[in-house]
T-cell receptor, first 115, second 112 residues
Framework: KAGVTQTPRYLIKTRGQQVTLSCSPI?????VSWYQQTPGQGLQFLFE???????NKGNFPGRFSGRQFSNSRSEMNVSTLELGDSALYLC??????????????FGQGTRLTVV | KQEVTQIPAALSVPEGENLVLNCSFT??????LQWFRQDPGKGLTSLLL?????REQTSGRLNASLDKSSGRSTLYIAASQPGDSATYLC???????????FGTGTRLQVFP
């Protein structure tokens, strides 16, 4: 059974550009969440999607946006990149809904470097 | 607002020792708690999931306990090995959401 797939694994962008990251969850999982990990702030929650609907959003500026498609794949977009956006972006997949055992499984992450 | 703290922040031990990692959370209204390990530059690997109604879970050399009323969880690692070297993170989840709130992590080094 395939795990959570994040693409690309590494990105280098220039300040002011925009970037799109992709996450394919485990087959059958309908919930996808995104997190930003930096040495100073640790793991911070960005968004949570379930069945194409955003259920929760973290405390990030509007430059950060996301969406989920009907096949549960998700993308997140960051516009007008800043140096402080350099981080490891992690995607988590879980069954979601009323499932009791909502264990989260993570992808390998996308390492974004803004120069 | 839920806050999750892990103690100690770092730990360095010789191979073979039994270890206890601590996780504390301020709001006891959690749905479940999950322990992860993270190797440098990599994603998170799920170790154990404890539902709020459970007191402990075991997987191999790992045992996690949960005391929801006191806001504490511990991860016990038996007979530690160099391959256990990683950062260990705990995370809590409330009802009706898959949003995880993470602890600050414990960086573990096991030397031969």
């Amino acid at each position: 059974k395939a795990g959570v797939t994040q693409t690309p694994r590494y990105l280098i962008k220039t300040r002011g550009q925009q970037v799109t990251l992709s996450c394919s969850p485990i087959s059958g999982h309908r919930s996808v969440s995104w997190y930003q990990q930096t040495p100073g702030q640790g793991l911070q929650f960005l968004f949570e999607y379930f069945s194409e609907t955003q259920r929760n959003k973290g405390n990030f500026p509007g430059r950060f946006s996301g969406r989920q498609f009907s096949n549960s794949r998700s993308e997140m977009n960051v516009s007008t990149l800043e140096l402080g956006d350099s981080a490891l972006y992690l995607c988590a997949s879980s069954l979601g809904g009323a499932a009791v055992n909502t264990e989260a499984f993570f992808g390998q992450g996308t390492r974004l470097t803004v120069v | 607002k839920q806050e999750v703290t892990q103690i100690p922040a770092a730990l360095s031990v010789p191979e073979g020792e039994n270890l206890v990692l601590n996780c504390s959370f301020t709001d006891s209204a959690i749905y479940n708690l999950q322990w992860f390990r993270q190797d440098p530059g990599k994603g998170l690997t799920s170790l154990l999931l404890i539902q709020s109604s459970q007191r402990e879970q075991t997987s191999g050399r790992l045992n996690a306990s949960l005391d929801k009323s006191s806001g504490r969880s511990t991860l016990y690692i038996a007979a530690s090995q160099p391959g256990d070297s990683a950062t260990y993170l705990c995370a809590v989840r409330r009802h009706n959401t898959d949003k995880l709130i993470f602890g600050t992590g414990t960086r573990l080094q096991v030397f031969p």
